[in-house]
């Protein structure tokens, strides 16, 4: 099967900058999205890229390269209720999503 | 506010027992969808419906069944719970069933087994 590998968990310091990495395998590609889970909440939309490069949207940038699998989620400026859980998840073939486990960002002072 | 609403938001069920999680959405989406979310795992698929009439298994269907009579509603049926279905289980929607449509989801169902 497809696997989808990004840290567990991550901390870092409000105010400063965070790149959470996402790997993936490449076949059967379909995009890649980026979700933020706080606890006990649903997952919300934060970004999506299908093509190479960079997508920045305010605080947050969302990187991918095909050729190498690989993704990463950019938070600048961070600030406490940043403090989440950070989902990756790949389009496949058949129009599904295949979910990484969640990286989970701890925002210390 | 459109969004999707989930029932019950939380439940204690004993083994054995049926029991049917509620989904409906008003935001017109063709695309609906059951995950369960465990501690350190990913989201897993259950079931999906691509639109009206339609349903698909997912990646862990055993144990569930799902039907999509309209566009609204995607209920979410447990035959006879089993203690491996604790789980939180979140309903999704998205405008089309191809994988660029963004997911919305439910505020989610944390079911427990005895």
């Known amino acids: 099967g497809q696997n989808i590998d990004q840290p567990t968990e991550m901390t870092a310091t409000e105010g400063a900058i965070v790149q959470i990495n996402c790997t993936y395998q490449?076949?059967?590609?379909?995009?890649l999205f980026w979700y933020q889970q706080h606890a006990g909440e649903a997952p919300t939309f934060l970004s999506y890229?299908?093509l190479d490069g960079l997508e920045e949207k305010g605080r947050f940038s969302s990187f991918l390269s095909r050729s190498k699998g690989y993704s990463y989620l950019l938070l600048k400026e961070l600030q406490m209720k940043d403090s989440a859980s950070y989902l990756c998840?790949?389009?496949?073939?058949?129009?599904?999503?295949?979910w990484g486990a969640g990286t989970k960002l701890i925002i210390k002072p | 506010i459109a969004g999707i609403t989930q029932a019950p938001t939380s439940q204690i069920l004993a083994a054995g027992r049926r029991m049917t999680l509620r989904c409906t959405q008003d935001m017109r989406h063709n695309a609906m969808y059951w995950y369960r979310q465990d501690l350190g795992l990913g989201l897993r698929l259950i079931h999906y419906?691509?639109?009206?009439?339609?349903?698909g298994k997912g990646e862990v269907p055993d144990g569930y069944s799902v039907s999509r009579a309209n566009t609204d509603d995607f209920p979410l049926t447990l035959a006879s719970a089993v203690p491996s279905q604790t789980s939180v289980y979140f309903c999704?929607?998205?405008?089309?069933?191809?994988?660029?449509?963004?997911?919305?989801f439910g505020n989610g169902t944390r079911l427990t087994v005895t």
């Open positions: 490449t076949s059967g590609f379909n995009g």
């Open positions: 890229n299908v």
């Open positions: 998840a790949q389009g496949d073939s058949n129009y599904q999503l295949i």
């Open positions: 419906s691509n639109t009206a009439g339609t349903t």
């Open positions: 999704a929607s998205s405008d089309s069933p191809d994988s660029a449509s963004p997911l919305h």
